[in-house]
């Protein structure tokens, strides 16, 4: 049993732990560790990828205890990949703050940062249920605090609706959980992917039930309609970095989906297969529809990025519900990309917000210092999370719309990717149009343009993220055919319940 | 079954327990005012939960044979409780529905203890010992 | 060295027997482990009680507590026979300020206890300088009588415990 | 003659806490409710007792002792919280 | 004939690396950063015309290399003569542009940036030409929109610049996203993006069922980049851009794009119906609109501009014919057009450099004062008007020629009619060009003084109009190279004849007739002009801004509407949300009925529930009395507590009650400084409302609870493995402890850490709050309710000092047993927090602080790393994390006792949930302390002994 | 037994739902209160109801009826992670109360609808 597995847990709760109890009151130890902790974790990423790249699906059974009975992690391509992700975006984005000064603005910033990292590793790995639960909070309750990061009024009260919406989705979680454990006698997902074809009869209204709820669960994660309500606001509010990091929590949520459906829920039943299929599907073009609106509809930088990734979830579900190995494929990518995307474009938010005289509100303002760099990052952002050329969106979304097209609904889909680029593309204009472009003239003896915040690290961070975006779009044929396979992974389950359950145990 | 004569020393203590318990908390409904319905519980506290408790206490060392002491733990704290909660609610009552002029005089001088604002007693404390009190 | 170490000798006490109450067994393990946390438990609390309290006589205590038992049973039958019998309108209830000639607070705290717990009377406040007792009656044509049996039948005795 | 005393008094303190429930709904003053609160308690602990003596076991003693415990602590903050405001002032 | 050519990706990617040199050449001055951006696009010229010769021989050059095989997306080039004229014009004009634009930038514009997005563009607009593969071209495609938004943006302190940008970009966008969808399709019915193949699939795409969409889709691409009807109207908004870009992109280059498309896909979508009434039409409207709008332009530029949208119809029109020879005139007018209008633009951008004005009103007589600008112009505006022997003419004789060969839906007379309008319209504004701005009386007010414009801004001009007049004096020298394009086009072997004299045709009739007619219309033109303005159809962008602000303001309408911040709104809808996925899963499943003996009724669980019920209605009823809802809550969970031990959960009963307190003093702590009622704000129909919501949801949740109540696993559940296994495998006999320190020490792991970060941000977020402005709020926070004396009274103060030491005892005691009998590290932890509490209520928060000051960060991260050692530990023994291990110990004259790692993990437990809670405590008592609370001294308010000799030092 | 237990569980849900749908912070915290334990209770139920047969052994080797000690252990973990949960909560209600002198739950939307009071 290879002990990597366990470490991106337990290092950023080793790291965690060191920052609170010997660090408190050091901001630049605080800083060095804290970046360590993450180029650690994203060399753990290599070495996990290195790990399941052969397909390998690896179990880590923690005490010693056998699955079902005990918790193992389990290591295949999809959670090496999402790992991989987490870290890099989490390095990006923890170098931003300290470049910006972020993580100084209130107590505990990196302890925080390295907790949410502990449970958002622990939510890709875990191969229970009920411990993804337990991840699921670890991560949610380090968010709230990153989230209020900084205080204010206004993000106070937007924290309040945060957690209170999500206390609701943890409580629909256990709800979930509840009705699947009842039914199957089991919280191992490999396990309950083996029982739940011998649920029949009476008792499949429940798992039904059950079934439905979880996904919901991970639906209010990753922020479907009518289930999305808690984002906007939310990252609007959050500091933007933290916003940036939050661009892989929604992705959690369709990892999950993504998980649970291929595992366990997939191959079940055809009628379960198809009503999970078409619910996620119409929740999916609604979110899409709600999300392009809002980056039209939107009256400042936050908001547009939060509508976008709204938008960007609409996109990579209205993929990922058809449910074939190719559409996962692409979900992957798209995956990939719109983490990347969001990041940045929060990262832009901030560099906006701490140079623009009038904040990232649509209202004309001077020049902001350093605008040139900053118009040039956001055009690439805006690009970016557009779905353009040249960068991977646009690649993305040819991958979807290709693999989408032998769907019952296809041109459904693909008119709503389409037409939802294109208010897309208007919002995102009328947004840099509006920021960058429609300036006034500074108040009488104001400066010429507003404060010039250090800005080397900060761009540095988002220049790698846009980097990491053009990679993406250049290695497309190596990355996609990474992705095809892993996408093979999931869709024959069969490997990675037999590494769970051992040969033993057959489904 | 050991001895009948357990046996009804326990259904007893049962029904003894029972009985004040019972007849405690129809005080609570039957007397009016706050005040009388605070001597209510002090019979549940103590024949009520007394009764029931060395019931139980007898019936563990002469039915299952086991010395079994650790209810009286529970006697004990409450004991120990009850005297507080009771006055602590008392208090609330003297606060919200009492006034210095509806109580008896102390005869000391000085007032009932809930009447006596902060400064006040600071003020005398002061003159007394000269140890104000720090402000954080 | 005492004084820092076991500040309260009766405090320890009590805390072995309850340690041995908790396990509900009579064992060497017990009685060690009880002798332990007896020990450093109330050398851990301390800062709480400053001060310690000396009883006088055992012989006292344990009068007083046979006395307070026997009191508790008669007086639970009396209210209980008030509670049920008599209309509302014929309770007689009634606010009794009790001067207090004791000054040691664990004192007092006894003897608000022992009001309380006996039924049909209630320690409700302290006067702000401690020497007064505010106990309210359910039920009592005579509040004096009260004042006094408080005073004779318990404070006189916890007097002669604490002072 | 035990289950029947054991039934008696299950009885009695089962309404003894509809008797208490009354007290809780109508009140009216909060002192009230929290006074019926703490009876409940009080009968709860005894309700608990008895369990442990029907069913012959000791397996809930310890949750009945917290009972105690916290049943103190919440009515003293009640209490504390119209006589004060801060609990822990 | 196909031939592979390594030099291809080079051509492309010349201007794209080339466009790193202006942004740092400019530093070098102006003329460096000139000549860099010439560099590139010299070399990639220069490779370009390498290739011609083969080219124009009827070769065609590949190049292949894998990008995204496995969607089909690579980067194959191609270059036939199609591509060659395209890439020929892009890269020869782009040079004459930049050299015009060194001149014509004014020194405060920043001039390197100007010049990258030039080669951003031209790169783009090669690539287009050069593709092979339609995703690459649709990348190269979208490119070329984004980096003309960048261009007509460049002024963007203008509203005309940004508001043009973006139009152009959301009409060039949408075109290009219906581009994506009909070349997904195209690729689909052909089994290849490879344009090579596609094009070999002509019957197969024309026979499928979906080639009607993708026609439609792909021509609505083109449409929009070739400014058609009725896409036309960003064109002439997009000439707030400098004119070097009005030139470049809006009249030779860009614009085109959408004719090369049309022109690269013809031999697989032309030939159709479909095709000639879609395209034809939609060019010949398009040409006689423009011109007609044209006509009443008085900006030079606007009225080049509706010129330019009248002669990409008459291409498109051409297109649209189906024919090799009107492809034949297509490919002869695009050259010319890209010839005369690109010297036109440049034309109008001297005059309005040199004048200061493009207005025409404002403009006359120019010629003598600007004679080589005159010439120029005159040249160039005649050939657009199709004067001979210039080479517009030559174009626009082979498009009437075609025009009256064509029948339109049985009417041979409607499209030559039309097409004779339409040159007539262009004789007319082509004379207006150059009669009111050339001709007439020297005016007095300029606003600058007129004169000709230094070499370098009128040699690019200059050189097109020589290849004007070249080209149609002796058009058969570009004969071969119109039939190499041609061929390109068509898949034919098509062959010119191309000549200013075919004889007497009809073309020639309308020809001259035009020319008569345009020239009467000048005449004409004050008072038509005046109708025009009174009668005039409206502008394009009222109507495109009225949509688009509308869609914006809907947009944000249905945004901020449904988004307002209405968390009340939100949660509700995920109550119904969950309700109806709910019960489409239920009833898509099947219910059956019960399967385990059902526990009978008896009556005290019954009163328990009543207990339940009762209260909880109750403090739905009276929640607007915040504390008497506390104290309704205290109820509820003192009843479901029981109900675990009614229910065999003792462990679950102790957690709850122990939570519950904690919680319910930490609500108290925070209520002190909130409202203490809720404001009655809720209409009774939002009550009804909710109460319906709600009790759908509580019956619901009920229906579930039932049906899984009744119903036995129907499998075994893993369960029976940790009964079996708990003192077997983990040596512990409570297996709910076992299973949450050894089974599931994970979960724990994981709960502990949730403690842990709960007690963080609780921390950060008072240290927040009291260094925000609620601080100075606090501090003049006087409490709504009057104070009670006796902050601490004697009788709590002394019973805890001994009930304290006698709860830390049972927590101590719940902790050791806790992996045999009921209890256990967390239960342990709050009821030592209990103990403290118990402390604190004595004798206040602060008086016990300071006597016993507990480190919470270290306590919790103490329990935190305990745990994790603890897991770690078992590396040692080459264990997974968190394996425990348990033996039996023995000390004579003790007994042998259990010594387990697991224990070692709930201390871990027990530190971090003690930590937390009292962290949690400390952040709320130190707001209240910011309100000007008074630490007290003594442990007790009313002491009889205070003050006396040997009275107690409390 | 078990209709009653559905009974309680829903009783809970509806009233926890009910208030969280409030106006204000303090009610919607009491309507999460009790929503996790209904939730607390429908998970323990996941392993049915049993009298009398407390998940602590016996006999070592498993022998004898147990509950289903799994779901308990499972509310275990979730009373504790709601606790957590609510802390926090709580303290945020409280500081966005402090800092804006409002505890609704609503806000006033829009970026520019209302600058942080206060800031
Ligand atoms: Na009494
Ligand atoms: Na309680």
């Given at each position: 049993?290879?002990?990597?597995?366990?470490?991106?847990?337990?290092?950023p709760a080793l790291m965690a732990s060191v920052l609170v109890l010997a660090l408190r009151h050091h901001l630049d130890l605080q800083r060095?560790f804290s970046?360590?902790?993450?180029?650690?974790?994203?060399?753990?990423?290599?070495?996990?990828?290195?790990?399941?790249?052969?397909?390998?699906?690896?179990?880590?059974?923690?005490?010693?205890?056998?699955?079902?009975?005990?918790?193992?992690?389990?290591?295949?391509?999809?959670?090496?990949?999402?790992?991989?992700?987490?870290?890099?975006?989490?390095?990006?984005?923890?170098?931003?703050?300290?470049?910006?000064?972020?993580d100084a603005r209130g107590q505990h910033f990196h302890a925080l940062f390295q907790f949410?990292?502990m449970?958002?590793?622990?939510?890709?790995?875990?191969?229970?249920?009920?411990?993804?639960?337990?991840?699921?909070e670890v991560?949610?309750i380090a968010?709230y605090g990153l989230?209020i990061h900084g205080g204010g009024g206004?993000?106070l009260?937007?924290g309040v609706?945060?957690v209170?919406?999500?206390l609701?989705?943890?409580?629909?979680?256990?709800?979930?959980?509840?009705?699947?454990?009842?039914?199957?006698?089991?919280?191992?997902?490999?396990?309950?992917?083996?029982?739940?074809?011998?649920?029949?009869?009476?008792?499949?209204?429940?798992?039904?039930?059950?079934?439905?709820?979880?996904?919901?669960?991970?639906?209010?994660?990753?922020?479907?309609?009518?289930?999305?309500?808690?984002?906007?606001?939310?990252?609007?509010?959050?500091?933007?970095?933290?916003?940036?990091?939050?661009?892989?929590?929604?992705?959690?949520?369709?990892?999950?989906?993504?998980?649970?459906?291929?595992?366990?829920?997939?191959?079940?039943?055809?009628?379960?297969?198809?009503?999970?299929?078409?619910?996620?599907?119409?929740?999916?073009?609604?979110?899409?529809?709600?999300?392009?609106?809002?980056?039209?509809?939107?009256?400042?930088?936050?908001?547009?990025?939060?509508?976008?990734?709204?938008?960007?979830?609409?996109?990579?579900?209205?993929?990922?519900?058809?449910?074939?190995?190719?559409?996962?494929?692409?979900?992957?990518?798209?995956?990939?990309?719109?983490?990347?995307?969001?990041?940045?474009?929060?990262?832009?938010?901030?560099?906006?917000?701490?140079?623009?005289?009038?904040?990232?509100?649509?209202?004309?303002?001077?020049?902001?210092?350093?605008?040139?760099?900053?118009?040039?990052?956001?055009?690439?952002?805006?690009?970016?999370?557009?779905?353009?050329?040249?960068?991977?969106?646009?690649?993305?979304?040819?991958?979807?719309?290709?693999?989408?097209?032998?769907?019952?609904?296809?041109?459904?889909?693909?008119?709503?990717?389409?037409?939802?680029?294109?208010?897309?593309?208007?919002?995102?204009?009328?947004?840099?149009?509006?920021?960058?472009?429609?300036?006034?003239?500074?108040?009488?003896?104001?400066?010429?343009?507003?404060?010039?915040?250090?800005?080397?690290?900060?761009?540095?961070?988002?220049?790698?993220?846009?980097?990491?975006?053009?990679?993406?779009?250049?290695?497309?044929?190596?990355?996609?055919?990474?992705?095809?396979?892993?996408?093979?992974?999931?869709?024959?389950?069969?490997?990675?319940?037999?590494?769970?359950?051992?040969?033993?145990?057959?489904? | 079954?050991?001895?009948?004569?357990?046996?009804?020393?326990?259904?007893?203590?049962?029904?003894?327990?029972?009985?004040?318990?019972?007849?405690?908390?129809?005080?609570?409904?039957?007397?009016?005012?706050s005040m009388?319905?605070l001597h209510?519980p002090t019979?549940a506290t103590t024949?009520?939960v007394g009764?029931?408790l060395?019931?139980?206490?007898?019936?563990?060392?002469?039915?299952?044979?086991?010395?079994?002491l650790h209810e009286l733990l529970i006697t004990i704290f409450l004991l120990l409780t009850a005297p507080v909660t009771a006055q602590f609610i008392a208090k609330t009552h003297i606060h919200r529905q009492e006034r210095p002029?509806?109580l008896?005089s102390t005869g000391t001088g000085r007032p009932w203890a809930s009447f006596e604002s902060d400064e006040e007693r600071a003020r005398l404390e002061a003159e007394a010992d000269g140890a104000p009190e720090r402000v954080r | 060295m005492q004084r820092r170490f076991l500040p309260h000798p009766l405090l320890t006490l009590a805390l072995i027997v309850v340690w041995l109450l908790l396990i509900n067994d009579l064992s060497l393990n017990a009685l060690v482990m009880g002798t332990i946390l007896g020990v450093v438990i109330p050398f851990f609390t301390a800062p709480y009680w400053p001060g310690r309290v000396r009883l006088k006589s055992l012989r006292v205590a344990v009068a007083y507590i046979?006395i307070v038992l026997?009191?508790i049973?008669?007086?639970?039958?009396?209210?209980?026979?008030?509670?049920?019998?008599?209309?509302?309108?014929?309770?007689?209830?009634?606010w009794?300020t009790v001067p207090l000639d004791i000054r040691s607070p664990e004192a007092i705290a006894l003897l608000a206890g022992t009001i309380t717990m006996t039924?049909?009377t209630l320690s409700s406040d302290l006067s702000a300088c401690g020497r007064a007792l505010l106990v309210h009656?359910?039920?009592?044509?005579?509040?004096?009588?009260?004042?006094?049996?408080i005073k004779?039948?318990y404070e006189r005795r916890l007097k002669e415990l604490f002072e | 003659?035990?289950?029947?005393?054991?039934?008696?008094?299950?009885?009695?303190?089962?309404?003894?806490?509809?008797?208490?429930?009354?007290?809780?709904?109508?009140?009216?003053n909060p002192g009230d409710r929290i006074l019926a609160l703490d009876t409940l308690v009080i009968?709860a602990i005894?309700?608990i007792a008895?369990?442990?003596?029907?069913?012959?076991?000791?397996?809930y003693f310890e949750a009945s002792m917290l009972i105690a415990m916290t049943g103190f602590v919440s009515t003293v903050s009640y209490a504390r919280y119209i006589l004060r405001g801060d609990v822990i002032e | 004939?196909?031939?592979?050519?390594?030099?291809?990706?080079?051509?492309?990617?010349?201007?794209?690396?080339?466009?790193?040199?202006?942004?740092?050449?400019?530093?070098?001055?102006?003329?460096?950063?000139?000549?860099?951006?010439?560099?590139?696009?010299?070399?990639?010229?220069?490779?370009?015309?390498?290739?011609?010769?083969?080219?124009?021989?009827?070769?065609?050059?590949?190049?292949?290399?894998?990008?995204?095989?496995?969607?089909?997306?690579?980067?194959?080039?191609?270059?036939?003569?199609?591509?060659?004229?395209?890439?020929?014009?892009?890269?020869?004009?782009?040079?004459?542009?930049?050299?015009?634009?060194?001149?014509?930038?004014?020194?405060?514009?920043?001039?390197?940036?100007?010049?990258?997005?030039?080669?951003?563009?031209?790169?783009?607009?090669?690539?287009?030409?050069?593709?092979?593969?339609?995703?690459?071209?649709?990348?190269?495609?979208?490119?070329?929109?984004?980096?003309?938004?960048?261009?007509?943006?460049?002024?963007?302190?203008?509203?005309?610049?940004?508001?043009?940008?973006?139009?152009?970009?959301?009409?060039?966008?949408?075109?290009?996203?219906?581009?994506?969808?009909?070349?997904?399709?195209?690729?689909?019915?052909?089994?290849?993006?490879?344009?090579?193949?596609?094009?070999?699939?002509?019957?197969?795409?024309?026979?499928?069922?979906?080639?009607?969409?993708?026609?439609?889709?792909?021509?609505?691409?083109?449409?929009?980049?070739?400014?058609?009807?009725?896409?036309?109207?960003?064109?002439?908004?997009?000439?707030?851009?400098?004119?070097?870009?009005?030139?470049?992109?809006?009249?030779?280059?860009?614009?085109?794009?959408?004719?090369?498309?049309?022109?690269?896909?013809?031999?697989?979508?032309?030939?159709?119906?479909?095709?000639?009434?879609?395209?034809?039409?939609?060019?010949?409207?398009?040409?006689?609109?423009?011109?007609?709008?044209?006509?009443?332009?008085?900006?030079?530029?606007?009225?080049?501009?509706?010129?330019?949208?009248?002669?990409?119809?008459?291409?498109?029109?051409?297109?649209?014919?189906?024919?090799?020879?009107?492809?034949?005139?297509?490919?002869?007018?695009?050259?010319?057009?890209?010839?005369?209008?690109?010297?036109?633009?440049?034309?109008?951008?001297?005059?309005?450099?040199?004048?200061?004005?493009?207005?025409?009103?404002?403009?006359?007589?120019?010629?003598?004062?600007?004679?080589?600008?005159?010439?120029?112009?005159?040249?160039?505006?005649?050939?657009?008007?199709?004067?001979?022997?210039?080479?517009?003419?030559?174009?626009?004789?082979?498009?009437?020629?075609?025009?009256?060969?064509?029948?339109?839906?049985?009417?041979?007379?409607?499209?030559?009619?039309?097409?004779?309008?339409?040159?007539?319209?262009?004789?007319?504004?082509?004379?207006?060009?150059?009669?009111?701005?050339?001709?007439?009386?020297?005016?007095?007010?300029?606003?600058?003084?007129?004169?000709?414009?230094?070499?370098?801004?009128?040699?690019?001009?200059?050189?097109?109009?020589?290849?004007?007049?070249?080209?149609?004096?002796?058009?058969?020298?570009?004969?071969?190279?119109?039939?190499?394009?041609?061929?390109?086009?068509?898949?034919?072997?098509?062959?010119?004849?191309?000549?200013?004299?075919?004889?007497?045709?009809?073309?020639?009739?309308?020809?001259?007739?035009?020319?008569?007619?345009?020239?009467?219309?000048?005449?004409?033109?004050?008072?038509?002009?005046?109708?025009?303005?009174?009668?005039?159809?409206?502008?394009?962008?009222?109507?495109?801004?009225?949509?688009?602000?509308?869609?914006?303001?809907?947009?944000?309408?249905?945004?901020?509407?449904?988004?307002?911040?209405?968390?009340?709104?939100?949660?509700?809808?995920?109550?119904?949300?969950?309700?109806?996925?709910?019960?489409?899963?239920?009833?898509?499943?099947?219910?059956?009925?019960?399967?385990?003996?059902?526990?009978?009724?008896?009556?005290?669980?019954?009163?328990?529930?009543?207990?339940?019920?009762?209260?909880?209605?109750?403090?739905?009823?009276?929640?607007?009395?915040r504390l008497v809802a506390l104290v309704l809550l205290g109820v509820v969970g003192l009843?479901v507590a029981i109900?675990f031990i009614?229910?065999?959960?003792p462990d679950l009963a102790m957690t709850q009650l122990s939570v519950e307190v904690v919680t319910i003093i930490l609500l108290l702590l925070a209520l002190n400084f909130l409202p203490q009622?809720?404001?009655?704000?809720?209409?009774?129909?939002?009550?009804?409302?909710?109460?319906?919501?709600?009790?759908?949801?509580?019956?619901?949740?009920?229906?579930?609870?039932?049906?899984?109540?009744?119903?036995?696993?129907?499998?075994?559940?893993?369960?029976?493995?940790?009964?079996?296994?708990?003192?077997?495998?983990?040596?512990?006999?409570n297996?709910v402890n076992?299973?949450l320190v050894?089974?599931?020490g994970?979960?724990t792991f994981g709960e502990i850490i949730v403690l842990g970060i709960a007690a963080l941000v609780i921390f950060a977020l008072t240290e927040q709050v009291l260094r925000g402005p609620g601080a100075d709020w606090l501090a003049n926070w006087k409490g709504a309710r009057r104070e009670a004396g006796d902050r601490h009274p004697l009788l709590m103060v002394i019973a805890t000092r001994v009930m304290m030491p006698m709860a830390l005892m049972v927590g101590v005691y719940v902790f050791l047993r806790g992996h045999n009998e009921p209890g256990g590290g967390f239960i342990a932890g709050l009821v030592v927090a209990i103990a403290l509490l118990m402390q604190y209520m004595a004798s206040g928060f602060a008086w016990a602080e300071e006597r016993r000051r507990l480190p919470y960060h270290t306590v919790i991260g103490l329990g935190v790393l305990i745990s994790i050692l603890t897991g770690l530990g078992?590396?040692?023994?080459?264990?997974?994390?968190?394996?425990?291990?348990?033996?039996?110990v023995?000390i004579?004259?003790l007994?042998?006792f259990e010594l387990a790692t697991a224990m070692l993990f709930d201390l871990g437990v027990f530190l971090t949930v003690l930590g937390a809670v009292m962290l949690a405590l400390a952040s709320l008592s130190s707001v209240a302390r910011r309100t000007g609370e008074k630490v007290n001294v003594h442990a007790m308010d009313v002491n009889p002994l205070r003050g006396r000799p040997g009275g107690e030092e409390d | 037994?078990?209709?009653?237990?559905?009974?309680?569980?829903?009783?809970?849900?509806?009233?926890?739902?009910?208030?969280?749908?409030?106006?204000?912070t303090f009610?919607?915290i009491l309507?999460i209160a009790?929503?996790s334990y209904?939730?607390?209770?429908?998970?323990?139920?996941?392993?049915?109801?049993?009298?009398?047969?407390?998940?602590?052994?016996?006999?070592?080797?498993?022998?004898?009826?147990?509950?289903?000690?799994?779901?308990?252990?499972?509310?275990l973990t979730a009373i504790v992670i709601s606790f957590g949960m609510t802390a926090v909560v709580v303290l945020l209600a409280l500081g966005a109360y402090l800092s804006t002198r409002?505890d609704?739950?609503?806000?006033?939307?829009?970026?520019?609808?209302?600058?942080?009071?206060g800031?």
């Open positions: 049993m290879s002990h990597w597995i366990i470490l991106p847990v337990v290092l060095i970046i360590a902790g993450t180029v650690a974790l994203a060399g753990l990423g290599v070495v996990l990828m290195a790990m399941a790249h052969d397909g390998t699906v690896s179990v880590y059974e923690l005490g010693d205890w056998s699955a079902p009975f005990g918790i193992v992690l389990v290591l295949d391509r999809l959670s090496a990949m999402m790992l991989m992700l987490t870290a890099a975006i989490a390095l990006v984005v923890v170098l931003y703050a300290v470049g910006s000064g972020w949410q990292l449970g958002i590793s622990g939510a890709f790995l875990t191969g229970d249920l009920f411990n993804l639960f337990v991840f699921f991560l949610l968010s989230m206004r993000r009260r937007a609706q945060y209170i919406y999500n609701l989705g943890s409580t629909l979680f256990l709800f979930a959980l509840a009705i699947l454990y009842a039914v199957t006698g089991t919280l191992n997902m490999a396990d309950m992917a083996g029982r739940v074809g011998g649920i029949t009869g009476g008792d499949t209204a429940l798992l039904l039930v059950g079934a439905v709820l979880l996904l919901m669960v991970f639906a209010i994660k990753s922020a479907l309609l009518p289930l999305h309500f808690w984002l906007p606001e939310t990252y609007a509010s959050a500091p933007a970095p933290v916003a940036a990091l939050f661009a892989v929590m929604t992705k959690v949520g369709a990892y999950a989906v993504l998980r649970v459906d291929t595992l366990i829920f997939h191959s079940a039943n055809d009628a379960m297969a198809a009503l999970l299929s078409g619910l996620l599907l119409a929740a999916a073009l609604a979110t899409l529809a709600v999300g392009m609106i809002g980056i039209l509809g939107a009256t400042g930088l936050g908001r547009l990025a939060a509508f976008a990734v709204i938008g960007s979830m609409g996109t990579l579900f209205s993929a990922m519900a058809i449910f074939t190995q190719e559409t996962a494929a692409a979900t992957l990518y798209y995956m990939l990309h719109s983490t990347l995307a969001g990041a940045l474009l929060f990262l832009v938010v901030d560099m906006v917000r701490e140079r623009r005289a009038g904040g990232d509100a649509y209202r004309p303002a001077p020049a902001m210092a350093q605008g040139g760099l900053v118009t040039a990052l956001y055009f690439g952002a805006a690009i970016a999370v557009a779905g353009m050329p040249p960068l991977s969106g646009f690649v993305g979304k040819l991958l979807i719309l290709d693999a989408v097209r032998d769907a019952p609904l296809a041109w459904l889909i693909w008119t709503a990717i389409l037409g939802g680029t294109l208010i897309a593309i208007l919002g995102l204009a009328q947004g840099g149009s509006r920021i960058f472009w429609k300036l006034e003239a500074p108040a009488d003896g104001a400066p010429p343009s507003g404060p010039a915040p250090a800005i080397a690290l900060p761009a540095a961070s988002a220049f790698v993220l846009l980097g990491a975006i053009v990679a993406l779009t250049l290695f497309a044929g190596p990355v996609t055919s990474y992705l095809d396979n892993t996408a093979a992974q999931l869709y024959a389950p069969q490997t990675y319940i037999s590494a769970v359950l051992g040969s033993d145990i057959e489904g | 079954m050991t001895n009948v004569w357990v046996e009804i020393a326990i259904s007893a203590f049962l029904v003894i327990g029972g009985i004040f318990g019972l007849v405690g908390s129809y005080g609570l409904v039957k007397l009016r005012g009388r319905q209510a019979k024949l009520g009764g029931v060395i019931a139980s206490m007898l019936f563990f060392l002469f039915v299952d044979g086991k010395a079994s002029t509806t008896p | 046979l026997w009191d049973v008669v007086a639970n039958v009396v209210v209980a026979a008030i509670i049920l019998f008599k209309p509302n309108s014929r309770i007689n209830s009634q009794v039924p049909g009656c359910l039920d009592t044509d005579d509040p004096d009588e009260v004042r006094d049996t004779h039948r | 003659m035990i289950e029947i005393a054991l039934a008696f008094a299950f009885g009695c303190f089962g309404l003894a806490a509809l008797f208490n429930l009354y007290r809780i709904v109508m009140g009216p009968n005894a309700l008895l369990y442990d003596v029907a069913l012959d076991t000791q397996v | 004939m196909d031939t592979t050519s390594s030099m291809l990706p080079l051509i492309v990617a010349a201007p794209f690396l080339g466009a790193l040199l202006p942004g740092l050449m400019i530093r070098a001055g102006r003329d460096t950063c000139t000549w860099f951006t010439l560099l590139p696009t010299a070399l990639a010229l220069l490779m370009l015309v390498l290739h011609a010769p083969a080219v124009i021989a009827g070769e065609v050059f590949h190049y292949r290399l894998a990008w995204l095989p496995s969607l089909g997306m690579n980067v194959n080039l191609m270059l036939d003569g199609l591509g060659l004229m395209f890439a020929g014009l892009i890269l020869g004009i782009g040079l004459l542009i930049i050299l015009y634009a060194r001149f014509y930038l004014y020194r405060s514009d920043p001039m390197g940036q100007f010049f990258t997005y030039l080669l951003l563009f031209q790169g783009a607009m090669v690539g287009i030409v050069l593709s092979d593969n339609i995703l690459l071209l649709l990348i190269f495609w979208e490119l070329t929109s984004l980096s003309s938004f960048l261009l007509i943006g460049y002024w963007n302190h203008l509203p005309e610049g940004r508001q043009g940008a973006r139009m152009a970009l959301a009409v060039t966008g949408l075109g290009g996203l219906a581009l994506i969808g009909g070349m997904l399709i195209l690729g689909n019915i052909a089994g290849s993006y490879d344009i090579s193949v596609i094009l070999q699939n002509s019957e197969a795409i024309q026979g499928s069922e979906w080639y009607l969409p993708a026609l439609i889709l792909i021509l609505i691409g083109c449409f929009t980049k070739s400014a058609q009807f009725p896409f036309h109207f960003w064109l002439p908004h997009a000439m707030a851009a400098p004119t070097p870009v009005s030139a470049y992109l809006h009249s030779a280059t860009m614009v085109k794009a959408g004719l090369f498309l049309m022109a690269r896909l013809w031999p697989v979508l032309s030939g159709t119906p479909e095709w000639f009434y879609i395209v034809a039409t939609t060019g010949l409207i398009t040409m006689v609109i423009g011109a007609g709008i044209a006509l009443f332009k008085d900006d030079l530029k606007a009225l080049l501009a509706f010129s330019t949208v009248s002669h990409l119809g008459l291409i498109t029109m051409l297109l649209g014919f189906g024919t090799e020879a009107a492809a034949l005139a297509a490919t002869v007018h695009i050259l010319a057009h890209a010839s005369f209008k690109a010297a036109l633009f440049m034309t109008a951008g001297i005059i309005d450099h040199e004048t200061g004005t493009r207005d025409i009103p404002r403009l006359g007589g120019l010629r003598q004062l600007m004679p080589t600008t005159f010439a120029i112009g005159a040249l160039t505006a005649l050939s657009m008007a199709g004067i001979p022997p210039l080479n517009g003419f030559v174009s626009k004789e082979m498009m009437l020629e075609e025009a009256t060969h064509t029948v339109w839906a049985g009417t041979p007379w409607l499209l030559p009619a039309l097409a004779g309008l339409g040159a007539l319209f262009s004789v007319a504004y082509s004379f207006r060009f150059l009669v009111h701005v050339f001709f007439g009386p020297v005016r007095e007010d300029y606003p600058k003084p007129p004169h000709d414009p230094p070499f370098g801004m009128w040699a690019g001009p200059g050189l097109l109009a020589l290849v004007v007049v070249v080209t149609g004096l002796f058009p058969a020298l570009v004969t071969p190279f119109v039939d190499a394009v041609a061929a390109a086009i068509t898949g034919g072997h098509p062959h010119a004849h191309l000549s200013l004299w075919h004889g007497f045709t009809p073309a020639l009739y309308i020809s001259v007739a035009a020319i008569l007619g345009g020239a009467l219309l000048l005449a004409l033109h004050r008072p038509l002009a005046t109708g025009w303005r009174r009668a005039g159809p409206p502008y394009a962008k009222a109507i495109f801004d009225a949509v688009v602000g509308a869609a914006t303001r809907g947009a944000r309408g249905v945004t901020d509407g449904l988004h307002d911040g209405a968390m009340t709104r939100y949660a509700a809808i995920l109550t119904l949300a969950t309700l109806g996925a709910g019960a489409i899963a239920w009833s898509n499943g099947e219910a059956g009925p019960p399967t385990r003996a059902l526990l009978p009724v008896s009556l005290l669980p019954a009163i328990a529930v009543a207990l339940l019920v009762v209260s909880t209605a109750t403090l739905v009823v009276l929640h607007r009395r009843v109900g009614y229910f065999s959960a009622e809720d404001p009655p704000e809720d209409s009774m129909s939002r009550k009804i409302r909710d109460g319906v919501i709600a009790g759908l949801g509580g019956l619901g949740v009920a229906v579930v609870a039932f049906a899984m109540l009744t119903r036995d696993f129907a499998l075994p559940a893993i369960s029976e493995y940790h009964i079996a296994n708990a003192y077997k495998g983990a040596g512990g006999s297996i076992v299973i050894d089974f599931r994970f979960d078992a590396w040692f023994n080459g264990m997974p994390f968190l394996t425990s291990a348990f033996g039996y023995e004579p004259p007994e042998e | 037994m078990e209709a009653l237990v559905a009974l309680g569980i829903g009783t809970l849900t509806a009233a926890g739902i009910y208030l969280v749908l409030r106006r204000r009610p919607a309507g009790l929503l209904a939730v607390n209770v429908f998970l323990f139920a996941s392993g049915r109801l049993m009298l009398n047969a407390p998940p602590v052994l016996i006999d070592k080797t498993g022998a004898g009826v147990y509950t289903d000690p799994l779901p308990q252990a499972l509310v409002s609704r739950m609503d806000m006033d939307n829009g970026p520019d609808a209302e600058e942080e009071a800031q």
